[in-house]
């Protein structure tokens, strides 16, 4: 970028902020600037792809699968498949966004030590962004539950459809932040099996009451220990694992910075809370890092 285009770049990205936000903001590059920056990601980073949030403001309260519902029980195994399935066909299509890139930028230009995601969408590798950890996994692997074996999304995707020729990937399904549609009738629906041992398959994502890997909280630990700042963008906190994320930024004391639209569980424990969208707040940011 030339030293005449920065400037304008940086007033309109700043322009689509409220006043309260761009103060905010200032206060915010105040301790971003030559800080090594711990990402945390949550469902508000992807809602400009297309993929819905969790909490914000119209969003349906669900009651998601528990993983216990999925284990105990086949006909909890057909809903969630043949919802997922419908949905990972969507949520393969989106792409990631203007904020998904900006972090990539930032990583680039040295800023950003490493993304912690909550997302499982892939969005942040497929922007180019480096260093992630998938903190709830990843919608495009399957796992079985029994021997261990890992397989690519799209096979099973393909499994699916040759088992279940009426199941229509086209049809008006609403996606959810979690790659789920809603379907009426799954009592036909077969479901597909480990090819190396017939065991149970399942999408390599934590479900509700699962537990996040140890192994990978411990990346996420690490990203956070070598930081000198948490910049939290999208998520609500509501999750256990954000929260843990946040207490351990504040153990090292280092300052935790959140962009939000809406309320967070951490907001008291804030150097500054942004209310404000993540794509235009990072473009901002990006912006007045680089002056």
Not at 39 to 54: C, E
Not at 139 to 153: E, N, S
Not at 238 to 264: E, F, Y
Request: glycine share 10%; with cysteine; charged share 25%.
């Amino acid at each position: 970028m030339s030293s005449s285009a920065a400037p304008a770049a940086s007033a309109a990205d700043s322009a689509a902020l409220s006043d309260d936000a761009r103060t905010a903001l200032e206060a915010a590059t105040g301790i971003l600037r030559g800080a090594r920056i711990a990402v945390l990601t949550g469902a508000g980073v992807s809602t400009d792809s297309g993929i819905p949030d969790y909490r914000g403001a119209g969003a349906p309260v669900r009651t998601p699968m528990t993983y216990g519902q999925f284990l105990a029980d086949d006909t909890y195994r057909r809903r969630y498949w043949a919802g997922s399935h419908l949905g990972w066909r969507r949520f393969s299509e989106a792409r990631p966004n203007d904020g998904h890139r900006t972090l990539a930028d930032l990583e680039a230009e040295g800023h950003v030590a490493g993304i912690i995601t909550q997302n499982v969408d892939g969005l942040h590798v497929r922007a180019g962004s480096r260093r992630v950890v998938d903190l709830h996994g990843s919608m495009d692997r399957v796992t079985c539950l029994h021997c261990g074996q890992f397989f690519a999304r799209e096979s099973i995707a393909d499994r699916i459809e040759a088992l279940n020729p009426w199941l229509d990937p086209e049809g008006p399904h609403a996606i959810n932040p979690d790659g789920d549609a809603e379907v009426d009738d799954v009592s036909r629906f077969a479901i597909p099996e480990c090819s190396v041992c017939g065991g149970t398959l399942k999408p390599d994502v934590v479900f509700f009451g699962e537990f996040v890997p140890p192994v990978k909280f411990e990346e996420a630990r690490g990203i956070v220990a070598r930081a000198d700042a948490l910049l939290i963008l999208g998520s609500s906190l509501v999750v256990n694992s954000g929260i843990r994320l946040v207490g351990l930024a504040q153990k090292r004391r280092i300052p935790t910075i959140i962009v939000n639209r809406g309320a967070t569980k951490a907001d008291s424990r804030a150097a500054v809370k942004i209310e404000a969208g993540t794509t235009e707040t990072l473009a901002a940011l990006r912006d007045a890092l680089r002056s």
